[in-house]
């Protein structure tokens, strides 16, 4: 039976997200459904390693030996149904512990499994290119995992076939919440608007609280109560309409600001943000506050999903290692770039002796020296500063020889040393992501419903032309204002960075649709590129979305390889916002008034 409406609540964001959130959204007492995202690229990896130790291992374990354990009587007595990806890259071990701690619990539920999307076992017979850089696919030894984004179809699927729980690896991280959609509502695949609908609703919700007030530009209005913030919830209608709030009692904020936020966390071109089953347009949804902790979302659109899924695959690349200690005083940052500049001289030294190879890569980066703000001046004001050094390298012993090292000029360095001592860092596989695209018909899907088979129908798609989007006209140029004022662009607008790989994001909100012009004419994509420039390789695109009043900027190879293939502090641009925040920004008297 179809539904009008239905409400979901957003239990986690990542592995690791605190398992206390499906105990508060059980509580509302409300919910259709609860949803849960635990993986990324990195997390793939990591638990590939765990699978190859331990065929049953592989998946987040942490849903079923916590969350679950915790959880499940409550789950079935409301008979909320539960969408999770927690099983990484071995999602029928997955569904085998939930299934046997129901019996355990002697409850009523049916477990279903989407299968299709690990492609390890063909990697002997895959030779794609990269899709950004060109680079020729790993050799299958260095492999850890190839997995394709599925879509939302075959977990609605299995929701029709009447699942109580579906279990699904890798896919698109909002296909969790737009597979309940499909589900509740009978939308289709030609439904591109609703599927856009769908899919920004489970954009927001995907990565808990920083829909909620965490990571808001304006922190200090949540500060008091992020100990008890609210995971989020959303309402759906049939038609597409969302409203995000939380829990009654909870901390933490849902504003315009908050979700406008996240609605650009992590995107690239506003218009051709593509998953699995849709293209979407963000450009013009609007962001309405329409009750206390209650923001309505409308005017997502869409168009026909492309032919083929995204595969990522991760695989070794060397290792690499790094380690931090502070130093405070006089010079702080001298002292510490003088104690890390000994420090690699004495390990490639300790190389040489060794017949081992030169650091593929070095990183010294002062932290409250101006490292990363890109603002060298601030390197003469630091009293105290923490310094972190990294190094990359072919070989384990390397990065053995690198670390001795730094721990032998512990008595040699300048004055000032200290930190917070204890076991020694150690190298770690530097894991780098391979990205490319594989035809929607190569790539059978399956669904496994208490032992019972299904095959999945067999997604398509069509080619997608970015040429052809019809792009918004711009904000008009603003006339000088006859009583200027600059100020921080934070004072204007709020702001929200993420990474995709080697790309980062910043969106730009403005706080009132007056000051939109004047950050247009002044945040060009030659000035971002400046401002980045002690971190930025590529280039910057800039896009306009008029509908919440907002820029948003890529940043292309600017995160030193992204995620654990990077030896950067903020190898994710969670902080790229909070620099670009600071930009000054001159806009008329009159504006500054109205924002008071």
Known sequence: MRRSQIRIGGASGYWGDSPTATAQLLAAQNLDFLVFDYLAEVT???????????ARAGYAKDF?????????????HQRVRVVANAGG???????????AMIAEMELDLSVAVVHGDDLMDRATDLNPTEMFTAEPFPAADRLFSVNAYLGAFPIAQALDAGADIVITGRCVDSAVTLGACIHAFGWKPEDHDLLAAGTLAGHILECGTQATGG?????????????????????????????????EGTGGLVSIGTVAEQMLYEIGDPQAYIVADVVCDFSEVKVHAVAENVVRLTGARGSAATDNYKVSATYLDGWRAGTTT??????????????????????????????????????????????????AAMAQAAQEVVVKYAARHPDKAGLDIFLRAASGMGLSAPP???????????????????SFLMAKDKVPLKIELDGERMAAPVASGTPFEPANLSRPSPPPEPAAPSEPVTVALEQLAWGRSGDK???????????????????????TEAGVAARFAHVLDGDVARYFLPGPGAINFVLTRTLGGGGVASLRNDALGKGFAQVLLQTPITVPQNLIERLS
């Open 215 to 247: 990571n808001f530009t304006d922190w200090a209005s949540v500060a008091s109560s992020l100990d008890t913030i609210g995971y989020p919830i959303c309402t759906l209608n049939a038609d597409g309409e969302a409203e995000i709030s939380k829990p």
């Open 64 to 76: 079923v030996d916590v969350v679950l354990r915790q959880n499940l009587p409550e789950i079935a």
């Open 44 to 54: 793939m990896s990591i638990l590939a390693r765990a699978r190859s130790k331990d």
């Open 416 to 434: 000032g040393l200290s930190g917070f001592f204890g076991t020694r860092a150690r190298p770690s596989p530097l894991v780098r992501l391979f």
């Open 89 to 99: 890259v071995n999602p029928q071990a997955c569904a085998d512990a939930v299934r």
């Open 501 to 523: 790989g080697d790309t980062a994001n910043i969106g730009i909100i403005a706080r009132h649709p007056d000051a939109l012009p004047y950050l247009w004419a002044q945040l």
């Open 326 to 375: 502070t130093f405070y005083g006089s010079h702080t940052a001298a002292k510490a770039q003088a104690f890390c500049d000994a420090v690699f001289s004495r390990a490639r030294m300790d190389l040489r002796a060794a017949n081992l190879a030169d650091f593929t890569e070095t990183s010294v980066e002062v932290l409250g020296g101006g490292s990363q703000m890109g603002d």
